[in-house]
């Protein structure tokens, strides 16, 4: 069983910044695969960005046009999420979940929320105007 703890989340304005964590405990990890995905109210959960352990290949959405960056430190098996130039729109709850990969490199990592086996409670990003 995988356990995931995020933190990081809080009230900003717009224009600035925070990073989130996801901590995984639990298992003995061989590769695996987080992801942070997050849902407003009102609107379905979207991706956000993923990365893979073995290799640190990443995927964004689009949508951040380059104002969120992902990475990893497999020792503590976490991923930050760096959030700069918030908006109002990127307010939501943020989750990161976790799925084991292939051993294989240079592929990229899961973006959809069903491939993904295991999920934190969330943190709550607010941005104000």
């Known amino acids: 069983e995988v356990q995931l703890v995020e933190s990081g989340g809080g009230l900003v304005q717009a224009g600035g910044s925070l990073r989130l964590s996801c901590a995984a405990s639990g298992s003995s990890f061989d590769e695996y695969a987080i992801g942070w995905f997050r849902q407003a109210p009102g609107k379905e959960r979207e991706g956000v960005s993923s990365?893979?352990?073995?290799?640190?290949?990443?995927w964004y959405a689009d949508s951040l046009e380059g104002r969120f960056t992902i990475s990893i430190d497999t020792a503590k098996d976490t991923v930050y999420l760096q959030m700069n130039e918030l908006k109002p729109d990127d307010t939501a709850v943020y989750y990161c979940?976790?799925?084991?990969?292939?051993?294989?490199?240079?592929?990229?990592?899961?973006?959809?929320?069903?491939?993904?086996?295991?999920w934190g409670q969330g943190t709550q990003v607010a941005v104000s105007s």
């Open positions: 979940a976790f799925t084991y990969t292939s051993v294989q490199p240079h592929q990229p990592p899961p973006v959809n929320a069903y491939e993904y086996d295991y």
């Open positions: 990365i893979r352990s073995v290799d640190g290949n990443t």
